[in-house]
């Protein structure tokens, strides 16, 4: 079985609500955490950052919160801020969803943000399943006729045991309201139909099937790749919305088309360049 662990946070203000996915694959996942704490290890000795303070985007960008013994300025705080970015970028095999709601006319535009999330991530091992078990099927169809009936049977069930899967780790907040949404979506989860129907109803239920359990909430400064999530989610909050001087002056609004497109995972919503799920 293959399992993707998803590390999700979000960024918001009046106009926006962002949330953001950063996917690991289990096999990567000790490369990706080696990284993150080397990079870490750096900012401690060219900075004097503390290795496990957490950053928290909007603080540690405006100035604010005591990162280190010494005084970082706003300009060297902004690039310190894009290396976390291009750090996301450089992990092998990562993948970032994206979901940005305009929160006007939204009841709970978080809710609704997480619902969009779980049926992306649902979808993408779905698809991941789709595109992989082919092709394993057509390596066995490549086997000499010959071959020892058991060892057949044996490679055909380890080739066709392929079953992504996804484990969901967050930000604590909300823990119970988004477990609870969770829950229903495995059980009741009408899905538009993106043609009009679905053989003559306008939705069908598609419940959430390949996610492991409930969302696993952590204190955000125990994660650093939650804290990463954070600086994605508010990199694409900046990108949508109108910046303020102090972003301005430091570019920080072009952060997230200038480090991330290449991890974006179009297929989430292939309608947009960069597949960030709007709707």
């Known amino acids: 079985m293959s399992v993707r662990c998803f590390y999700v946070d979000e ?45 928290h ?11 280190s013994n010494g005084v970082i300025n706003k300009h060297t705080r902004s690039r310190i801020y894009f290396g976390l970015l291009r750090l996301v970028a450089q992990m092998p095999n990562v993948m970032v969803i994206n979901v940005c709601l305009d929160c ?42 010959d071959a020892i009936a058991a060892d057949r049977q044996e490679m055909e069930r380890r080739l066709l045991a392929y079953a992504p899967r996804a484990l969901i780790f967050a930000d604590e907040g909300r823990q119970e309201e988004i477990t609870k ?3 229903k979506m495995t059980v009741f989860n009408p899905i538009p139909s993106k043609h009009g129907s679905w053989s003559g109803v306008s939705a069908k239920n598609i419940p959430l099937e390949r996610i492991i359990e409930d969302p696993v909430f952590k204190k955000s400064h125990q994660s650093f790749f939650i804290q990463l999530a954070d600086c994605v989610a508010f990199a694409l909050l900046k ?34 360049p960069l597949g960030i799920v709007r709707k």
Request: proline share 6%.
């Open 57 to 67: 985007s909007h603080k540690f960008v405006a100035g604010r919160g005591r990162v």
């Open 104 to 145: 006007k006319g939204r009841a709970d535009p978080q809710l609704d943000a997480w619902d969009r999330l779980l049926n992306r991530i649902e979808r993408t091992m779905l698809e991941f399943e789709k595109r992989e078990l082919p092709l394993r099927k057509n390596m066995l169809g490549r086997l000499p006729s």
């Open 11 to 55: 960024s918001y203000d009046a106009e926006k609500f962002c949330l953001s996915a950063i996917g690991l694959r289990h096999a990567d996942w000790h490369k990706c955490f080696e990284m993150a704490k080397e990079h870490r290890r750096n900012l401690k000795q060219d900075y004097g950052i503390f290795i496990h303070q957490e950053i």
């Open 181 to 183: 949404a969770y829950r």
């Open 239 to 272: 990108r949508e919305t109108q910046p303020t001087p102090n972003i301005q002056q430091y570019g920080i609004h072009e952060f997230f088309a200038q480090a991330l497109p290449g991890v974006c995972h179009k297929p989430a919503s292939p309608s947009d």
